[in-house]
């Protein structure tokens, strides 16, 4: 019993520490968007903001000196939304398809995909250029998306794989016996066990879209067209003194939209784990 008690303790400080390790980023960038920036440059570390202070913020939403940041939050929602209802559509069709059905080349079809993940986006970026430059794609909204939901694809499509191949035939064909026709039965017994799949891969497009810089450098790369993470290099001065003040400012608002998305969904995570499969 003794030794139960040490490993729970032991196992409750690795967990203590990891979590303090994983938060503590977060909170040292909130806490430095509320400093001035020669308190984030000085010499002395300072973990709470001693010069409180709003000019940060201020900065970054209204200073008119600099690109505006509404728009280029408008170009991330955007982009991000629209990569992550395209790349669900399609990987959850050929999800299905590679794990209901057999057909020709289906194991090779499996193995392009992960092929194709393996290969990283920025060995097509010369390639992809030309491409979207040949389609008058480049700096549109339509283009970034286009490369953003080929470069999610792959992964959501194994992902789904794995969650389709997970739930047994047996209980769409205890719905038919039921009375249910096949899409019925698929609809109302399969699907809802699938949401949590749907969930998790939404939630990874949604972070690869949103955090997503140097495909979005390249393509958008026009002011106007530019996405939160391309607009927070603005504040970069090559010859000058960087503004990371307002940089912090900056990171801290663009993560907000990453945990409302996640509070909203974190909930159905496991909602349709067990739903639909049990009758009545």
Same mark, same amino acid.
């Given at each position: ?184 039965? #698929?609809?109302? /017994? ?6 949590? &799949? %749907? *969930?998790?891969?939404? +939630?990874? @497009? ?54 409302? #998305?996640?509070? /909203? ?6 909602? &349709? %784990? *067990?739903?639909?499969? +049990?009758? @009545?």
């Amino acid at each position: 019993m003794t030794r139960r008690r040490i490993n729970s303790v032991v196992l409750s400080v690795v967990a203590v520490v990891v979590f303090v390790c994983s938060v503590f980023p977060v909170y040292w960038m909130v806490s430095s968007s509320f400093q001035p920036n020669n308190e984030i440059r000085g010499p002395e570390v300072h973990f709470w903001p001693e010069d409180f202070t709003l000019r940060n913020y201020e900065t970054v939403l209204v200073e008119p000196s600099r690109s505006p940041f509404l728009p280029a939050l408008g170009n991330s929602l955007t982009v991000t939304i629209l990569t992550i209802v395209v790349a669900l559509v399609f990987a959850f069709l050929a999800s299905l398809a590679v794990t209901r059905f057999r057909f020709k080349s289906r194991k090779l079809f499996i193995l392009t995909i992960l092929i194709v993940q393996m290969i990283p986006a920025e060995a097509m970026i010369v390639s992809t250029y030309r491409v979207l430059d040949s389609w008058s794609l480049l700096n549109t909204i339509g283009g970034l998306t286009l490369v953003y939901v080929a470069t999610v694809l792959p992964f959501t499509i194994w992902t789904l794989r794995g969650f389709v191949n997970g739930i047994p035939v047996d209980l769409e064909e205890a719905g038919m016996i039921d009375g249910l026709s096949r899409s019925g039965a #698929f609809w109302r /017994i399969t699907f809802p066990l699938l949401a949590p &799949g %749907l *969930v998790a891969t939404g +939630v990874f @497009g949604f972070i690869q879209s949103w955090n997503e810089f140097l495909l979005a450098l390249v393509v958008n790369s026009r002011p106007e067209m530019m996405t939160l993470p391309v607009w927070l290099r603005t504040f970069q001065v090559a010859t000058g003194t960087t503004n990371w003040a307002a940089i912090m400012a900056g990171s801290t608002l663009m993560a907000i939209p990453v945990i409302v #998305f996640f509070l /909203i969904v974190q909930s159905r995570m496991t909602s &349709g %784990l *067990v739903s639909g499969a +049990v009758k @009545g």
